[in-house]
């Protein structure tokens, strides 16, 4: 489409780079037909189509942003659906991302929304912090009903109903250190221990690093790694997603420089898309760039590794899964075949739910930031769930889990969790519970 | 009646309007005149024939088009599509037997009427099939619409408009029409002994199956035998027919055959028995009795074709056949006409319309022969027609 | 941006009362179905058809058929434009608003009402997307024939405006041929129903009139719409050629040989390379034409059909072809055609032209173009529905070059005319619009415009109906 920037405004890479993502879009509207806040709202203000122009105006008038735009742009569940469809190859992750980082800076959100995500920022991406306020929301919970209904408090009551019941005890997640192989080694990688996904569902990472040293892998959780910063990433905060960035960089570059990496294995998805957007996060950073694009390029989704692995085929053993790909997974990475060949040759009879290109609401803070949307993106995504009438729900990514799990009885787990269980481990207890184990 | 006009050439026509126009003389459009019993009494004392204006002038087989003029009449264009294998796939009916009339039909009465056969329930209607026209509106201008090929969505589309416009709002004067192959084979599925309901859950079955029938019909027990003797099994008889070259068409009556021989007696009818029985179907044979009993073409949705026929034989003597998938009930009345009670049965049920096709001239004058329109629908009409025939030249009151 | 095709002028008196505009009709809509401040407006001033653009007055979401006829017979009663959108994928410019009209956006209005199979018949509302209800049948074994290649997206209610078409239209019939009834909004809020689940109507046919009238004769707001069995089996082929003359020559024989296939469609080099880009279909990247010639039917029928097929191409100097093996190769072939116009945007803009030409003209023509797109110093591809004749060549040009894009304008007319004389039309299934609105004097004359302008004139007295549209400025009978 046409742009209309000045030679001074493109001397910003940021500006230069949006432009060029903005001339590839011809306006062709395929990507509005996958937009799972289009299909909800049904306004084209609310569709990456829309989002583009809006960006574009706002960014060729070199103007701060402003409540309309906000209102659209944090209605983006950059769940990159859109990506997926667009023929021409518009990169909408790029271009919403340089959007959030002009909002954040340009624009002033009401006290609110400054207090919710002041707050979402400085306790998520910590395990620690995200620990103590789970159990303060236990004893919270009961408050929750009468928070929602006060507009200052919404937020922070639905954090509180989304807050699980039952909580892992803190010794359950894994610490730093290195797994050795248990069967003859066949290669070393780092695994991203995360901040919120140990918390919540510590069986995760304990299930892979199973599951992988018993295939000969050997597992280091290198020390002083921490949140990937996607959670601010997607804030637009973009200092504190550097630096997080730059934190991981370190770690993993000094963790593959010291015994040798053949990846870096990550266990949620939406985590994975952007350390392997690393490299070009700090493209711009001269001390970073190099090594950033190397840990982008060893960054490889638990299952994407596994499918290197050649896993034996085992016997069917006559339990349905229902395949939820997440966004992330399936339109940040990519990865769409690998889950399901994994959990087929692990014995499990896949289904494929409708509508499979839509998210499913969570994305990463926004069940808690647009609770409307997300509850009636969580509805369809059920919906279409339970019409498979699959008995498990198997999934890539901590925050559908969560989201998923408040909506149907059906029980969710990893990928792995369950690879980790047809290959020998445990049985995952919510399986146990129910009677499915063998 | 004054003897008709009979132009050569559309800048007769063009000028004939013209005066008409001046003079306020109303005009009796016709080709042929083998349909000119249609619709309601045309107040009008001059006739206007467009048979003069007679020829084929273009056609290219391997384009799959043809461009006659108005008049040509039809056994000229289905000869010369014969001879290269194709055909008019919309099979449009030679009302000659049941209206009772002589002469030449011809492929301007054709698309003015919107002649449709069997095929119309999956190849589309003759509206579907033609492409472009020129016509000579109310004030005597020649106006061209469409063109010659096969997808055009260029300006209003007068075409549509037109067809089965029963010369209402212009002359049409030469028409370009879609033309298709031949099918290289055919055959027919019949099934035997249902009655009107089961026939219409079994049409509705058979057009569910990958098996692309190109006609269904129920030919009920009063009048199967007028279409296929007596030589097959008792009852009523539901025919299917398939199309195609011949390897495949055996392959799909095979298929429609096993989905009908555990539940009723199933029989296949060959490519010759094929042609026939669905020209007899095409012309309402059962119905060409040489009488003036009333005749309704009934189009609803097809399964309430049957209800329908259901409600009215239990109030009237009533002999009826299906077409369409059931869609397509021809009816024809013992005795009177029945129009307001058939008219109300068809709303009851949802919908639909009924069409006088042929009665005597006192049921006529006494019935509206097309469907009273919704007051919103009727007003557009009106300012349509004032649009193309602003002085209210062209065949007045025969659409009501 | 060239200037050479105008819009209506605004009306002044409806550019002033802006305000009060708004106000009412914030009254009419729901909360949150109405947007009237600038920034948003922005985002709805053009359609696919980039080139031009206007912001409109206001946009009205409704989320129902009474809303549509409140809003309608308000700006009917005030004399402002109304301009109806769909999903907004025109590559005509249909749904461009003009600066004193309200967008109508039934966007919101999509869902499926009623599927009734034994009719074989689906009521929908106008927003859904075409694909949906082929969607929402297909496990029943149905499905809905038309299909523009921006199914995904685009809306029933467009398809309806633009009577559009689609690659399998060759065998199916485009929308006008699959369409049953509409519930339609006329511009003085009255609403009514044309057609139904019947195959006929009585009277005029006015369904027919109202498909491909690109929303000058009211708002459709729910349409009937036929289903048809899905085949048995369905099969596109690869048939790489030397050169585009002897693949045009090789539809052309196809065609006359009495075989009619669901689908031909044809691409060049360019095309090939860039909806390769895009799909990763396996397209053979060393020939210079490819038709994607899709069977169907039985196995039995889809092998004899092939073998006709395959001679007629071995006639004509192919030199590959490559069946589909599996479902999702068929897919994957499908994609990157359908893909074709976004796919462009990877390379260049384009403008994409529509006009259909008689089979035995095929190869002059895109011969022609070729030849009228290098006089012009730009590039072009062609990827179009071989079997009809409906050329969309491409003309790729730099739309921030104002004097690259009134060449690619100026050598999409050369096309369009030459289409025209060589006995096809302007467009084929895209619409008039705005893009060939002031071309239509070559292929009609006055006299016939004025007949179409007068019946459109019985559903719209005043042209408040996206009048910018379809109709040269000039010539228009005084309001």
């Keep these: ?438 | 009646m004054s003897s008709p006009f009979e132009p050569e050439t559309e800048a007769e026509i063009a000028d004939i309007v013209r005066a008409a126009a001046e003079a306020g003389t109303a005009l009796a459009i016709m080709g042929g005149a083998t349909r000119s019993g249609f619709g309601n009494r045309v107040a009008a004392q001059q006739p206007l024939t467009t048979r003069n204006l007679s020829g084929i002038t273009s056609y290219n087989p391997a384009e799959m088009t043809m461009s006659a003029k108005a008049g040509t009449p039809m056994a000229e264009i289905e000869a010369a599509l014969l001879e290269n294998r194709q055909m008019l796939a919309f099979e449009p009916i030679d009302h000659r037997g049941i209206m009772g009339t002589s002469g030449e039909p011809t492929i301007g009465g054709v698309f003015a009427a919107n002649v449709s056969g069997p095929r119309r329930l999956t190849a589309g209607a003759a509206r579907d099939h033609l492409l472009g026209i020129r016509f000579v509106n109310g004030m005597g201008e020649v106006i061209r619409s469409g063109g010659r090929v096969m997808k055009n969505v260029t300006g209003l589309d007068l075409v549509k408009l037109l067809c089965g416009s029963h010369g209402t709002l212009g002359i049409l004067t030469e028409v370009t029409f879609k033309v298709l192959p031949l099918p290289p084979a055919s055959a027919t599925v019949v099934v035997f002994g249902f009655d009107d309901a089961q026939a219409a859950g079994a049409m509705a079955h058979a057009l569910a199956l990958p098996v692309e029938v190109s006609g269904a019909a129920h030919l009920t027990e009063s009048v199967r035998y007028r279409f296929i003797g007596s030589s097959h099994p008792e009852g009523a008889a539901t025919v299917l027919r398939l199309e195609g070259l011949a390897a495949s068409v055996s392959v799909r009556a095979e298929k429609l055959r096993s989905a009908f021989s555990a539940v009723a007696p199933v029989a296949l009818l060959d490519r010759k028995a094929t042609e026939t029985l669905w020209r007899d179907i095409r012309d309402v044979k059962p119905y060409a009795d040489g009488t003036q009993k009333p005749l309704w073409r009934v189009s609803v949705t097809p399964t309430m074709g049957h209800q329908l026929v259901a409600a009215l034989r239990l109030a009237a003597g009533v002999d009826a056949f299906y077409d369409w998938q059931g869609g397509l009930v021809w009816l024809r009345m013992e005795a009177d006409a029945e129009g307001d009670m058939l008219r109300r049965y068809i709303k009851g049920l949802g919908g639909g319309h009924a069409t006088l096709i042929r009665a005597s001239d006192a049921v006529r004058a006494a019935t509206p022969a097309f469907e009273p329109e919704a007051p919103g629908i009727a007003s557009l009409s009106a300012r349509i027609k004032e649009k193309l025939d602003p002085k209210g030249i062209f065949n007045p009151g025969k659409m009501g | 941006m060239p200037e050479t095709i105008a819009f209506q002028e605004p009306k002044r008196s409806v550019l002033a009362r802006r305000d009060a505009i708004v106000e009412d009709l914030a009254d009419l809509l729901p909360p949150g179905c109405l947007i009237s401040e600038k920034r948003g407006l922005v985002p709805f001033e053009t359609d696919a058809f980039i080139a031009y653009r206007q912001v409109p007055l206001a946009v009205a979401l409704p989320e129902t058929t009474a809303q549509v006829a409140a809003v309608l017979k308000y700006c009917s009663r005030y004399g402002i434009p109304v301009v109806p959108r769909g999903a907004g994928t025109s590559l005509s410019g249909g749904a461009i608003p003009q600066a004193d009209a309200v967008v109508i956006g039934l966007s919101k209005m999509s869902r499926i009402l009623d599927i009734d199979l034994a009719n074989r018949a689906a009521i929908v509302q106008a927003g859904v997307t075409n694909i949906n209800i082929s969607e929402a049948v297909s496990a029943n074994g149905f499905f809905y024939a038309p299909d523009p290649s921006s199914q995904l997206a685009c809306t029933i209610g467009g398809n309806i405006g633009m009577n559009s078409g689609g690659a399998h239209c060759l065998k199916y019939g485009v929308t006008t041929n699959n369409l049953l009834g509409v519930k339609l909004v006329l511009f003085d809020g009255t609403v009514i129903d044309l057609g139904g689940k019947a195959l006929d109507a009585a009277g005029y046919d006015l369904l027919g009139l109202v498909c491909g009238s690109e929303g000058q004769l009211g708002i459709v707001t729910e349409a009937t719409v036929r289903l048809i069995a899905r085949p048995e089996g369905a099969r596109p082929v690869l048939f790489g050629f030397p050169s585009s003359e002897e693949a045009g020559a090789c539809v052309a024989e196809v065609i006359g040989s009495g075989i009619i296939p669901v689908a031909i469609e044809f691409m060049d080099k360019p095309a090939i390379a860039i909806c390769e880009a895009f799909a990763q279909a396996g397209y053979p990247m060393d020939v210079e034409a490819l038709l994607i010639v899709e069977v169907e039917g039985s196995e039995a029928e889809m092998e004899a059909m092939l073998a006709s097929i395959i001679e007629i191409a071995g006639r004509h100097g192919v030199s590959t072809i490559r069946e589909s093996q599996s479902a999702t190769e068929a897919a994957l072939i499908w994609k990157g055609r359908k893909s074709a116009f976004g796919a462009t945007g990877r390379i260049a803009d384009y403008i994409c032209m529509d006009g259909t030409v008689p089979l035995s003209q095929l190869s002059h023509v895109l011969k022609r173009t070729g030849e009228i797109v290098a006089g012009y110093g730009l590039r072009v591809a062609n990827v179009f529905h071989a079997g009809d004749g409906n050329m969309h060549p491409l003309i790729l040009y730099n739309i921030n070059d104002p004097e690259d894009a009134a060449r690619a304008e100026a050598a999409g007319n050369d096309i369009l005319r030459l289409c025209v004389d060589a006995g096809g039309c302007l467009t084929g299934e895209h619409g008039v619009g705005i893009e060939k609105r002031d071309l239509m004097l070559h292929q009609f004359s006055q006299i016939d415009l004025n007949q179409q302008m007068a019946v459109r004139a019985a559903f719209d007295p005043h042209w408040i109906m996206n009048p910018s549209k379809v109709f040269p400025l000039e010539g228009r009978p005084a309001a």
């Design chain 1, 1 to 438: 489409m046409q742009t209309n920037f000045t030679p001074e405004q493109l001397a910003d890479p940021h500006v230069a780079e949006s432009e060029s993502i903005l001339r590839k879009c011809v306006h062709c509207g395929f990507c509005t037909a996958t937009c799972p806040t289009y299909v909800t709202l049904g306004n084209e203000l609310d569709s990456p189509r829309g989002r583009i122009y809006l960006i574009k105006d706002m960014l060729e008038n070199s103007r701060p942003a402003d409540e309309e735009v906000v209102t659209h742009i944090d209605r983006c569940l950059s769940c990159l659906a859109c990506v997926t469809t667009c023929p021409s190859g518009v990169d909408y992750m790029h271009l919403v991302d340089h959007a959030r980082v002009h909002i954040e800076k340009t624009y002033r959100r009401p006290l609110k929304d400054r207090l919710a995500r002041v707050v979402l920022a400085a306790v998520l991406p910590y395990p620690g912090r995200f620990r103590l306020a789970l159990k303060a929301a236990r004893l919270g919970r009961p408050l929750a009903g009468l928070m929602k209904r006060l507009p200052f408090l919404k937020t922070f009551g639905i954090m509180l109903d989304l807050a699980p019941a039952r909580l892992a005890p803190g010794s359950a997640a894994l610490m730093p250190g290195t797994h050795a192989a248990t069967a003859p080694k066949r290669g070393r990688v780092a695994l991203l221990t995360g901040c919120a996904q140990p918390v919540l569902r510590p069986e995760i990472n304990a299930a892979t690093v199973r599951l992988l040293t018993r295939l000969g892998v050997e597992v280091v959780l290198p020390a002083g790694e921490g949140c990937c910063g996607a959670l601010v990433h997607h804030m637009g905060r973009e200092e504190q997603a550097l630096e997080a960035a730059r934190r991981n960089v370190d770690v993993w570059t000094r963790a593959a420089d010291e015994g040798g990496l053949d990846a870096i294995i990550i266990t949620a998805s939406g985590c994975g898309t952007t350390i392997k957007d690393y490299g070009h996060m700090l493209r711009l950073d001269p001390a970073y760039a190099e090594k950033a694009a190397r840990v982008s390029a060893l960054a490889k989704d638990v299952t994407e590794y596994l499918a290197g692995l050649d896993l034996p085929r085992r016997e069917a053993m006559n339990r349905t899964v229902a395949y939820h790909s997440a966004c992330s997974m399936q339109h940040g990475q990519k990865i769409t075949l690998a889950p399901k060949i994994l959990l087929k040759n692990a014995g499990f009879t896949v289904r494929d739910p409708a509508e499979g290109h839509l998210c499913c609401g969570s994305a990463g803070t926004y069940n808690i930031l647009q609770p409307e949307i997300s509850a009636t993106l969580k509805a369809r995504k059920v919906g279409n769930i339970e019409a498979t009438r699959a008995e498990i729900i198997a999934t890539g990514n901590i925050g559908c889990i969560t989201q998923i799990a408040t909506g149907t009885a059906i029980p969710i787990l990893h990928t792995v969790e369950l690879l980790d269980w047809a290959y020998g481990g445990v049985c995952p207890q919510e399986l146990e519970t129910a009677g499915m184990a063998q």
